[in-house]
């Protein structure tokens, strides 16, 4: 990856929910990315986390890295929006995977997008590819690809991705299961020449007609979940562990980093003014004084890609003069230890006031960082 690319994913606005980073976009913007990444040929990876993503990513690394990875991340989940919103986080609107699919096929354009089908039951996504073809104004499937259940490695062959890169889709639609999906693209996306990919698992049944998407209402009140149910029963058990899991996070994390960080707020800690000071010797430090939120972040982006510009040695944050923190500098922080590891340089935060950390761990987030005293 370039450092262009590299600057510019640090410079999204970003915000952390349930210790995964999440884009500020809505529907209309995230169609408009969408449709730029593939006017422009700019390889987009977009995932589209939900409450089962941000479950899973608790304990597999492997996942959460794809999702941080990822170049447009955007809350596919009403549970999501009402953490958002308790948290004082701007992320207001749902940008469900499926309805910005539709968004894009429904659009007519002089050039059709072209949509690569990869995985899904046997027969899908065939069913899918012709289907899209009799019915979108904006969209044509140039082709389509069903590996069966073969392991990531077997369905990773440079005939198959061969084949891909001969129909020149711009958009590969990747149904292998969330976490088999986030592995393939992770695998693959630097060998495939498609400017767009995502895992959207459900789209491929939707669009070959296999499984109805829930009335709009019941999306808007966030019973899609019991809409799937009644037509795939055997989701049940996934959406009660879910549901187990989003309570025991409420009351963990959610609840007492909603209160937390009121508190916080009324105190002279949030107040204070923000400096950041790269060390002037050439030992990769980094000093953090005060109080870093949304509103200030402009210098840290620019210092942290100016690190990033640099490519060397391992990076070492000095926190003790650091009085407080939000999701969105946990966010660009996360995306910035991102980049930093695909440079294969490493990132270390020193001398964590306690505040500081009870912060990332209510954000869920403290096992992400390696924190030395």
Request: aromatic share 10%; charged share 20%; hydrophobic share 45%.
């Amino acid at each position: 990856m370039s450092n262009i690319l590299l600057k510019r994913n640090l410079l999204r606005d970003t915000w952390t929910i349930l210790g995964l980073p999440f884009d500020v976009v809505d529907l209309s913007r995230s169609v408009t990315l969408i449709e730029e990444a593939i006017e422009q040929n700019t390889h987009c990876f977009l995932s589209t986390p939900n409450l089962n993503f941000a479950i899973a990513a608790q304990s597999d690394t492997a996942f959460f890295n794809s999702v941080v990875d990822s170049d447009l991340s955007v809350a596919d989940g009403m549970p999501l929006v009402w953490v958002a919103k308790l948290l004082g986080v701007p992320i207001k609107e749902r940008v469900a995977g499926s309805t910005l699919f539709d968004e894009l096929s429904c659009r007519s354009r002089n050039k059709k997008i072209r949509v690569y089908f990869f995985g899904g039951q046997q027969g899908v996504a065939e069913r899918a590819h012709k289907q899209l073809n009799e019915t979108s104004v904006g969209m044509l499937s140039c082709g389509f690809c069903d590996p069966g259940f073969v392991s990531i490695e077997q369905m990773s062959g440079r005939d198959i991705l061969h084949a891909i890169n001969t129909a020149k889709p711009d958009f590969i639609v990747v149904a292998l299961g969330a976490k088999k999906g986030q592995a393939w693209i992770q695998k693959n996306r630097k060998y495939l020449k498609a400017p767009v990919i995502s895992h959207l698992g459900a789209v491929i049944n939707f669009i070959a007609g296999d499984i109805q998407r829930a009335p709009e209402c019941w999306q808007r009140f966030g019973l899609e979940w019991l809409w799937r149910i009644k037509q795939e029963p055997s989701l049940w058990k996934r959406y009660f562990y879910d549901g187990l899991m989003f309570i025991k996070m409420l009351l963990i994390y959610i609840f007492p980093l909603a209160i937390y960080d009121r508190l916080l707020k009324r105190s002279v800690c949030y107040k204070q003014p923000c400096v950041i000071s790269p060390s002037q010797k050439a030992d990769g430090v980094v000093f953090l004084n005060g109080s870093f939120k949304a509103s200030t972040l402009e210098s840290v982006k620019q210092v942290f890609s100016s690190i990033l510009s640099e490519e060397k040695g391992r990076v070492t944050i000095d926190c003790f003069k650091l009085s407080y923190i939000d999701a969105a500098f946990i966010a660009t922080l996360m995306l910035f230890q991102a980049r930093l590891a695909k440079q294969g340089r490493e990132l270390i935060l020193t001398k964590v006031p306690k505040r500081i950390s009870t912060l990332l761990v209510l954000n869920n987030v403290r096992q992400r960082f390696k924190v030395k005293r």
